[in-house]
């Protein structure tokens, strides 16, 4: 079965430049979640889409945007990078937001 | 604001011991409690949804139970393969999944 999509796997950036990170969803799934973790840490809520609109913000910071495309595939925006930045960043999506929320493989990203 | 809370934090098992992980919640309006399983650099993988209390859902060796406070995620006769990190987490009133801490489990051989 397709499963969620992310690109790039790994990225390596350096302090104040941007990186942009990708979804690919589940065929048929409209709701797209996008998580970041780091070491030894729960996952941590960032941003949510439903039917390519925004319907739900948690801990990103201004530096960060993301958006959903007409094909409902996602891409979450950083800017300025910083240190702290490192980490794992998942994807998830789900049908409607109200089923359950598959994940993808994420993108380690870190900051030198 | 929806809270969760797993314990333990961590637990080691012989192979074939049973036991129980815990994972406390509060909630506004559940809509959800997912258990999922993640392995060291990997994504999280989907496991079980409960709903309701009083729902079971049960997957090889992994049986889920979810009362009105808490979910229980038994383990039955585990084997090494199952050594990961068990996340549990719910979904109130927003469309966001709120994750616990999570249990890290390890089957020694």
């Known amino acids: 079965a397709a499963g969620v999509i992310q690109s790039p796997r790994h990225l390596i950036k350096e302090k104040r430049e941007t990186a942009t990170l990708k979804c690919y969803p589940i065929p048929r799934h409209d709701t797209v979640y996008w998580y970041q973790q780091g070491p030894g840490q729960d996952p941590q809520f960032l941003i949510s889409f439903y039917e390519k609109m925004q319907s739900d913000k948690g801990s990103i910071p201004d530096r960060f945007s993301a958006q959903q495309f007409s094909d409902y595939h996602s891409e979450l925006n950083m800017s300025s990078l910083e240190l702290g930045d490192s980490a794992l960043y998942f994807c998830?999506?789900?049908?409607?937001?109200?089923?359950?929320?598959?994940f993808g493989q994420g993108t380690r990203l870190t900051v030198v | 604001e929806d809270q969760v809370t797993q314990s333990p934090e961590a637990l080691r098992l012989q192979e074939g011991e049973s036991s129980s992980l815990n994972c406390s919640y509060t909630v506004s309006g559940l809509r959800g409690l997912f258990w999922y399983r993640q392995d060291p650099g990997k994504g999280p993988e989907f496991l079980f949804t409960l709903y309701s209390a009083g729902e079971e859902k049960e997957k090889e060796r992994l049986k889920a139970t979810l009362t009105k406070k808490e979910s229980f995620l038994h383990i039955t006769a585990p084997k090494p393969e199952d050594s990961a990190t068990y996340l549990c987490a719910v979904r109130g009133g927003a469309q966001k999944l709120v994750f616990g801490q999570g249990t890290r489990l390890t089957i020694n051989p």
């Open positions: 998830a999506s789900s049908f409607a937001g109200n089923t359950e929320a598959f």
